[in-house]
């Protein structure tokens, strides 16, 4: 069976959720090999091998994980040239798709970002257009594929994950933009917006920076992530990271509640693929409620607070 | 310090985008452009960081005719002149084409010290071009900043990530791209609107840009659009006014949908 390398999405080792999904969807197309940049493999090692990953290869080191980008594209084209598999699945985050972008250029192959579905010949399904256009599409060379989190449900099937070293010498090219800090800002507690099943976003309806509380309060009973609308974000509510839509991220969580939230086209464009959608607004206009599933006209301040109280009652 | 800002016109985002159903391409023709939004924002870094450390700013857009529209923007802005890269034979060039015929445009500008440009265009949402272009030109690749600190030679940016920032230093020249976090883009006056009436706009075609046609193009690029379809439109669903008991309501349909 073909050979499908799975570079490995992690933090300081650990590998996030979509690595096992990117491992299950390889599984079902060929022979998944996982292949692992940067600090801290140890952490890894038995993850890789649960999911099913037949070979391991290993660039580790600080000269991998402190400079930007680069040095992952350069693993992965020299193993592409070494190996030759039949594609390259890298996960669709911001920096996964920068490596899969550096990759498509070393190895003159096509990219495709944001699949929620691969298929036989590494057809990609893509929701473009903020979700209103389902796009099949095809790339050339040996196919790049960024493989969207929260898309395939993980499988855990044994695999001999066989460790293989990356002989490699980085070159000085991969090594020209060098972190020389790493700030962390938010405390961690709250699962990662693009990998959430679960997200709660507040928007303008809020009113205030003092408010999100009640949405981090309704996160929590959850265990969900907290989501923002753009007006919020510019407002300076919230943090723009964890800004939903045409300019910020892109979830697809199980759930989406839009709090306090219109629904314009651009916030739509960044949730609307969301299995289930939820929506509490005072306008009953809101075009937020033209996509939900179940909504609440009423005023945000009453609902919320009498919602999260009701989830802990049942949730006993 | 030079700057070229690479900006691309994209669909309104208050329009509903298309593909043209004839060659799976995205319907430029029968929307208005705009400039990609986050792309003004690396037009203001530019000027910013032209105002505190002098040099030029020169606009680079690759697009059909009509990009001029976007062009003018720029240069109203306050950019002091333009590059357009427009020839049908790119018509259909998706990522990896479009920095290569980017690299080879900002082959034919002279001296540039920084490239800048925005995270991601909104149509094709990829966020890819800047980290390719980094790797055509072989230069550092200091993308996501949220902030940009020029000192001599040295860029220093804030790179946006999943928890905070990293701070990433590289020496000029360097390819940068900007999010909407770093600064606040200035609307255009009405002496720059007129201003930029005047400034020099140098329109390139494939050859006069030595663009290898086997890269672009829908035949040159290396991915393609096999099929689409409009998404089915999402069922209506129920919607209760709040009598005193919406939260109650919410939570039994959370409840009946196993989320809690
Ligand atoms: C929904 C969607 C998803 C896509 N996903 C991917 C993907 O995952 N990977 C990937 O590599 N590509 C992707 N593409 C690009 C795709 O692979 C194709 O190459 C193709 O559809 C071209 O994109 P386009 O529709 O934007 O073409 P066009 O509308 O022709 O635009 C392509 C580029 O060429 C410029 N252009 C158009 N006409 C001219 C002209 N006369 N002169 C100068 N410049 C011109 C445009 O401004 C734009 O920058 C995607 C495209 C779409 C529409
Ligand atoms: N055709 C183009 N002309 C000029 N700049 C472009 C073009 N396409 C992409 N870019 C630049 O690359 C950035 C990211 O685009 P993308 O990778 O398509 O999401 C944009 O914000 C622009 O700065």
Known sequence: ?316 | MNIVVCVKQVPDTWAEKKLDPTDKTVDRASVDGVMNEIDEYAVEEALRLKEAHGGEVTVLTMGPAKAVETIRKALSMGADKAVHVSDDALHGTDALGTSHALAKALGTIEGWDLVIAGSESTDARMSVVPAMLAEQLGVPQLTMARKVTVDGSTVRIERQTETGYDVVEASTPAVVSVVEKINEPRYPSFKGIMAAKSKPLTTLTVADAGIDTSLVGLAGSKSEVVEFAARPPRESGTIVKDEGDGGTKLAEFLQSQKFI
């Open chain 1, 1 to 316: 069976m073909a050979e499908i390398l799975v570079l490995v999405e992690h933090a300081d080792g650990t590998p996030k959720k979509v690595t096992l999904e990117m491992l299950t969807k390889a599984r079902a197309l060929g022979e998944p090999s996982a292949v692992f940049v940067g600090r801290n493999y140890a952490a890894a090692k038995e993850r890789l091998a649960e999911y099913g990953a037949q070979k391991v290869y290993v660039a580790e080191g600080d000269e991998y994980a402190d400079h930007v980008v680069a040095p992952a594209a350069e693993v992965l084209a020299h193993l592409v040239a070494e190996k030759s598999p039949a594609a390259v699945f890298v996960a669709s985050s911001a920096e996964g798709k920068e490596i899969a972008a550096r990759t498509a250029v070393k190895t003159s192959s096509g990219v495709l970002t944001d699949a929620v579905d691969v298929a036989e010949g590494f057809v990609a399904t893509q929701n473009v257009f903020g979700g209103a256009t389902v796009v099949q599409s095809r790339a050339q060379g040996t196919p790049i594929v960024c493989l969207r989190p929260n898309s395939t449900a993980p499988v855990a099937e044994a695999g001999p994950a066989a460790e293989e070293q990356v002989s490699l010498t980085l070159s000085d090219s991969a090594k020209l933009a060098k972190v020389v800090d790493r700030v962390v800002e938010e405390k961690g507690g709250r699962p990662d917006l693009t990998e959430a099943s679960i997200v709660v976003s507040g928007g303008r309806g809020l009113g205030g920076a003092e408010h999100f509380a009640l949405i981090e309060g309704l996160a929590d009973s959850l265990g969900a992530a907290v989501g923002a609308s753009r007006a919020a974000t510019d407002a300076g509510w919230y943090p723009h990271q964890n800004q939903v839509g045409q300019t910020g991220k892109t979830v697809s969580p199980q759930l989406y509640m839009a709090i306090g939230i219109s629904g314009a086209i651009q916030h739509r464009a960044g949730m609307q693929t969301s299995k289930t959608i939820v929506a509490v607004n005072k306008d009953p206009e809101a075009p937020i409620f033209s996509i939900a599933d179940f909504g609440v006209v009423g005023d945000l301040f009453n609902v919320v607070p009498q919602l999260t109280e009701e989830i802990a009652k049942r949730k006993g």
